[in-house]
T-cell receptor, first 114, second 115 residues
Framework: GENVEQHPSTLSVQEGDSAVIKCTYS??????FPWYKQELGKGPQLIID?????GEKKDQRIAVTLNKTAKHFSLHITETQPEDSAVYFC?????????????FGTGTRLLVSP | GAVVSQHPSRVICKSGTSVKIECRSL??????MFWYRQFPKKSLMLMAT?????????EQGVEKDKFLINHASLTLSTLTVTSAHPEDSSFYIC???????????FGPGTRLTVT
């Protein structure tokens, strides 16, 4: 089955810096890759996603890139703000299979210091 | 995005009792609902998947008689932890999926503490 690895496990940056979180997946059939932000004591919230037919997607300060050949996808946050501090999870899914279960990465704790 | 609610947000129960957690999709019909468990500083662990009107499909290692799931309607799923023990203490999160796999939204979670 699918396995998703996520790095780093923790990331500390200064406000205004950029942050990059990387994920690697094992199943080349995976074709949908969402990213979630989870604040303390809350459920995950979808912040951006990418499908396998595109290589990059951007939404204001956040962007996601996908390298299907290398089976890597990354989350980029620019001009970080203290409110970006949270745990971020990547996930992968094959929309063409009957199972269609999200497989999550292990999470990255992002701390943005003022 | 769509809204998924969970109730209660926090619950404390005594060992041996049962507790029910509700998950509702507030503004869309959820053909599929998922229940996750999350340990501190860990990722989400899928417990079971349920489709409206059907029996839930449990992940390997999850006891179906302990974690009863009922997907009674297109907007409501419940998770009942039966005969709860302290090791069942955890953060339980539901997720609801609409018409497509791209429409999957998570609830705010329920913190269960078993004393």
């Amino acid at each position: 089955g699918e396995n998703v690895e996520q790095h780093p496990s923790t990331l500390s940056v200064q406000e205004g810096d950029s942050a990059v979180i990387k994920c690697t997946y094992s199943d080349s059939a995976s074709n949908y890759f969402p990213w979630y932000k989870q604040e303390l004591g809350k459920g995950p919230q979808l912040i951006i996603d990418i499908r396998s037919n595109v290589g990059e997607k951007k939404d204001q300060r956040i962007a996601v890139t996908l390298n299907k050949t290398a089976k890597h996808f990354s989350l980029h946050i620019t001009e970080t703000q203290p409110e970006d501090s949270a745990v971020y999870f990547c996930a992968a899914l094959n929309v063409n299979t009957g199972f269609q279960k999200l497989v999550f990465g292990t999470g990255t704790r992002l701390l943005v210091s003022p | 995005g769509a809204v998924v609610s969970q109730h209660p947000s926090r619950v404390i129960c005594k060992s041996g009792t049962s507790v029910k957690i509700e998950c509702r999709s507030l503004d869309f019909q959820a053909t599929t609902m998922f229940w996750y468990r999350q340990f501190p500083k860990k990722s989400l662990m899928l417990m079971a998947t349920s489709n409206e009107g059907s029996k839930a499909t449990y992940e390997q290692g999850v006891e179906k008689d302990k974690f009863l799931i009922n997907h009674a309607s297109l907007t409501l799923s419940t998770l009942t932890v039966t005969s709860a023990h302290p090791e069942d203490s955890s953060f339980y999160i539901c997720s609801a999926r609409g018409q497509t796999v791209y429409e999957q939204y998570f609830g705010p979670g329920t913190r269960l503490t078993v004393t």
